[in-house]
């Protein structure tokens, strides 16, 4: 069974551009979680996905959206890129959206803004 | 708000000894609390979940109490060798608009000393 897919792996980027990152879930997963991993921030709550619908969203700008798609492939977008956007991103699937099931987590997205 | 709280943020322990990652959490409703281990440059994965019903689980070297009126859990991990290094991150679920949403610490370097 494959684990979650993240594409691309690195990024960098100018500040004031956007960018996509995409995220393949395990088979037979519905839900899509996406995190933003900074040091000494840990993981924080970015929004998830469930069924092509968000569920829950975190604390940040409007700047940071999602999407997800029919076969549960998760997109997410920034725009007008920060340098305080610089991180890793990642995301996790999970078979359900709660019923508190573990989080498998893709290997992520290094976004660097220059 | 919606918080998870965890400390140290750094610890060093000698190889064969014991360590405990401590954390609380802010939702008197969140039901499960998993931990997971990322070790450097590879994905969290999960080593251990404990759900609100029960105080203690335990698996081989690693356990996790649960006090659900103080509203805090912690991992132990006994005899502890040098692949325990890691980062560990608590985490809790949040109810929030009917769903769940999985809340991180913003973890714990663990050092194991040779």
């Known amino acids: 069974k494959a684990g979650v897919t993240q594409t691309p792996r690195y990024l960098i980027k100018t500040r004031g551009q956007q960018v996509t990152l995409s995220c393949s879930p395990i088979?037979?997963?519905?839900?899509v979680s996406w995190y933003q991993q900074t040091p000494g921030q840990g993981l924080q709550f970015l929004f998830e996905?469930?069924?092509?619908?968000?569920?829950n969203k975190g604390n940040f700008p409007g700047r940071f959206s999602g999407r997800q798609f029919s076969n549960s492939r998760s997109e997410m977008n920034v725009s007008t890129l920060e340098l305080g956007d610089s991180a890793l991103y990642l995301c996790?699937?999970?078979?359900?959206?709660?019923?508190?099931?573990?989080?498998?987590f893709g290997q992520g997205t290094r976004l660097t803004v220059v | 708000g919606e918080n998870v709280e965890q400390h140290p943020s750094t610890l060093s322990v000698q190889e064969g000894d014991s360590a405990v990652i401590k954390c609380t959490y802010s939702?008197?409703?969140?039901?499960?609390f998993p931990w997971y281990k990322q070790e450097l440059g590879k994905r969290p994965q999960l080593i251990i979940d404990?759900?609100?019903?029960?105080g203690e689980k335990k698996d081989q070297r690693i356990a996790v109490t649960l006090n659900k009126t103080a509203k805090h859990f912690s991992l132990h991990i006994t005899e502890t060798q040098p692949e325990d290094s890691a980062v560990y991150f608590c985490?809790?679920?949040?109810?929030?608009?009917?769903?769940?949403?999985?809340?991180f610490g913003k973890g714990t370097r663990l050092h194991i000393l040779p």
């Open positions: 088979s037979g997963h519905r839900s």
């Open positions: 996905y469930f069924s092509e619908t968000q569920r």
């Open positions: 985490a809790a679920s949040m109810l929030s608009r009917g769903d769940d949403k999985i809340i």
């Open positions: 996790a699937s999970r078979t359900t959206s709660g019923g508190n099931t573990e989080a498998f």
């Open positions: 939702d008197s409703a969140s039901n499960y």
């Open positions: 404990i759900r609100s019903n029960v």
